[in-house]
């Protein structure tokens, strides 16, 4: 497959993401009215509503991992398809984070009780994020690429208490020492 096919069907990929993000009734942009760069609060409506956040690091870390794992299991998957695969698990996953259910449940967690999901661009953004982590993978020394893993969560985990592994185990089962902790009890 050429690299224009594969952009196209990423692209495509992407599309349905903005589509379905659209009839789960989130919004373009933040309810604020405005699109910043960076937004660095994480207990503010603008979180997870801008172009980028505290958790793009995590989304960056998604690509680093997805190169990963699917270079691991699939070796001899060109990287043009590790890539689609790659998009294609990212726009699941921003599908699912936007869902209702999900976003309660994030609610439920300390660092996100205001949390309305994303918007649309936040989400886009994120699934850029990705596709730059899976790139930088794709280039760099794998020991490069996981101290970017070490250092992202590191960074962000001292720098707001949270991250993709607090995020993952919140997920599934939240512990409260991790939400006292978060709390900055």
Same mark, same amino acid.
């Given at each position: 497959?050429?690299?224009?096919?594969?952009?196209?069907?990423?692209?495509?990929?992407?599309?349905?993401?903005?589509?379905?993000?659209?009839?789960?009734? &989130?919004? !373009?942009?933040?309810?604020?009215?405005?699109?910043?760069?960076?937004?660095?609060? #994480?207990?503010?409506?603008?979180?997870?509503?801008?172009?980028?956040?505290?958790?793009?690091?995590?989304?960056?870390?998604?690509?680093?991992?997805?190169?990963?794992?699917?270079?691991?299991?699939?070796?001899?998957?060109?990287?043009?398809?590790?890539?689609?695969?790659? #998009?294609?698990?990212?726009?699941?996953?921003?599908?699912?984070?936007?869902?209702?259910? #999900?976003? &309660?449940?994030?609610?439920?967690?300390?660092? !996100?009780?205001?949390?309305?999901?994303?918007?649309?661009?936040?989400?886009?953004?994120?699934?850029?994020?990705?596709?730059?982590?899976?790139?930088?993978?794709?280039?760099?020394?794998?020991?490069?690429? #996981?101290?970017?893993?070490?250092?992202?969560?590191?960074?962000?985990?001292?720098?707001?208490?949270?991250?993709?592994?607090?995020?993952?185990?919140?997920?599934?089962?939240?512990?409260?020492?991790?939400?006292?902790? &978060?709390?900055?009890?």
């Amino acid at each position: 497959m050429s690299w224009r096919i594969g952009l196209l069907v990423t692209g495509a990929l992407v599309a349905v993401q903005v589509g379905v993000l659209y009839l789960l009734g &989130q919004p !373009a942009i933040c309810a604020c009215g405005y699109v910043k760069v960076w937004e660095g609060v #994480v207990a503010s409506i603008g979180n997870s509503q801008h172009i980028t956040d505290w958790y793009t690091f995590s989304h960056i870390i998604h690509g680093l991992v997805f190169y990963a794992a699917l270079t691991l299991f699939f070796p001899r998957l060109p990287v043009m398809w590790r890539l689609i695969v790659a #998009v294609g698990l990212e726009v699941s996953w921003e599908i699912i984070e936007n869902t209702p259910m #999900v976003i &309660q449940h994030y609610r439920n967690q300390a660092l !996100a009780q205001g949390y309305v999901g994303d918007s649309i661009l936040n989400s886009v953004s994120d699934t850029l994020a990705m596709v730059g982590g899976f790139l930088l993978a794709w280039r760099l020394p794998v020991v490069a690429s #996981v101290l970017l893993v070490v250092v992202f969560e590191l960074f962000v985990g001292y720098s707001i208490r949270d991250g993709l592994l607090l995020n993952i185990v919140n997920l599934a089962y939240p512990f409260e020492f991790i939400a006292r902790w &978060q709390m900055g009890a």
